[in-house]
Structures are given as C-alpha cells and as structure tokens.
T-cell receptor, first 117, second 111 residues
Framework: EAGVTQFPSHSVIEKGQTVTLRCDPISGHDNLYWYRRVMGKEIKFLLHFVKESKQDESGMPNNRFLAERTGGTYSTLKVQPAELEDSGVYFC???????????????FGQGTRLTVV | QKEVEQDPGPLSVPEGAIVSLNCTYSNSAFQYFMWYRQYSRKGPELLMY????GNKEDGRFTAQVDKSSKYISLFIRDSQPSDSATYLCAMIGQAGTALIFGKGTTLSVSS
C-alpha cells in the first residue's frame, strides 16, 4: 500500500511569490490533515478535511493560506504571497474515519520543507 | 501555558540503556495519547497509542499514561543505535480530531 506522498520535498521561493504544496493521501482515507513545524517549535495543526469538506480550519494562520481537496482525493495548500515567517516543514497526514471499524491511525507524509528568502 | 510540554533534550545514552521520555499536558479533555518517532528528513511514524490511563507494552517499548497527574511516559528498554530519532508525544480529545504535539525529544543512542 502506498503511503502519504507529498510534493515537492523541498521548495525555496522569494518573499512575495506563490507556492503550492500537494498531498496525496492513502487511498480510501477520508480524513486529511495539514500540519506545520516552524523551526524550534512544535508541529502545529493547520486544517482538517473530511473527504472534500473542510472540517476544521482553525489552525490556518491567515488568509494567505488556501487549502483545497479536489473530489476528496489529493489536497493542495497554496501560500500567496509567501512571507519569511511561512518557512518551515509542512506535513500532511491521512486516516480512516472513526466508527468505520478500521484503524484510525494518522499516517504522515515525509513533509515539504519550505524556505522563503 | 502550552497544552503539551516536552523537554527537547538532546538526550544521549549508551547502547543497552533504559530511556525514559516524558510529556505533561494541561487539557483534561485529552483521552488518546500517542508517541511518534521521527527520523531525520522523514515524517512522524506512530510508535505507541494509548487510550485513557494505564500502561501499554510493545516489544522494547512501554507507554504509560497517568491522567490524574496529566503525565505520560515512553520507556525504551535495551536501547539500540537505530532508536536514535526524535520522539514526539501527541494527544487528542476525540478520535479523528487534530493531534496536539509536544516539541519532541531528540534521542541519540551510541554504540
């Protein structure tokens, strides 16, 4: 079974540019989460999709961040325009929903390391 | 006060040592407690998962949860160089909701 896949693995962009991160969850996982780790800080939640719907976006820092999940499959996280403080590692995770009789463990991708210069 | 506190270390031990990693938390609504292991340039990988208070053992790893003290621990017996990684505690109130992470403790096991 393929794991959670994130693209690109590393991105360096200039302040003011736009970057789009992509996450392909494990097939069949309705839940998709985005997290971010800023240097020296803990991993923090950004938002949660259930299928194509945003279940919780309370962790999104501001309106420069836009997340989508087309057809409940892959997800993109766009940062426009990027600022220096957006640098960090962006993780995506996916899981089955509770109550489905399946393991609800969240599986993480390897992360996208974003550097804004 | 942060919701989850974890000493980032680093922690260095010789091969074969018993390692104790700990987290404290403030939110009494947390019911599910996890330990993730993260190798350099990789994503977090679930190691242990405990619901409510008690102990859980899996091979060389034992997870303990004391909800009355809001304190969780991960013990690693007979530590190996391959255990060198960052260990993250995480917790949630309800299944399916977002994980709240500690900062992670960096462990180095020398042969």
């Amino acid at each position: 079974e393929a794991g959670v896949t994130q693209f690109p693995s590393h991105s360096v962009i200039e302040k003011g540019q736009t970057v789009t991160l992509r996450c392909d969850p494990i097939s069949g996982h309705d839940n998709l989460y985005w997290y971010r780790r800023v240097m020296g800080k803990e991993i923090k939640f950004l938002l949660h999709f259930v299928k194509e719907s945003k279940q919780d976006e309370s962790g999104m820092p501001n309106n420069r961040f836009l997340a989508e999940r087309t057809g409940g499959t892959y997800s993109t996280l766009k940062v426009q325009p990027a600022e220096l403080e957006d640098s960090g590692v962006y993780f995506c995770a996916s899981s089955h929903s509770p109550g489905t009789g399946t393991n609800t463990e969240a599986f993480f991708g390897q992360g996208t390391r974003l550097t804004v210069v | 006060q942060k919701e989850v506190e974890q000493d980032p270390g680093p922690l260095s031990v010789p091969e074969g040592a018993i390692v104790s990693l700990n987290c404290t938390y403030s939110n009494s609504a947390f019911q599910y407690f996890m330990w993730y292991r993260q190798y350099s340039r990789k994503g977090p990988e679930l190691l242990m998962y405990t619901y409510s208070s008690g102990n859980k053992e899996d091979g060389r790893f034992t997870a303990q949860v004391d909800k009355s003290s809001k304190y969780i621990s991960l013990f690693i017996r007979d530590s190996q160089p391959s255990d060198s990684a960052t260990y993250l505690c995480a917790m949630i109130g309800q299944a399916g909701t977002a994980l709240i992470f500690g900062k992670g403790t960096t462990l180095s096991v020398s042969s």
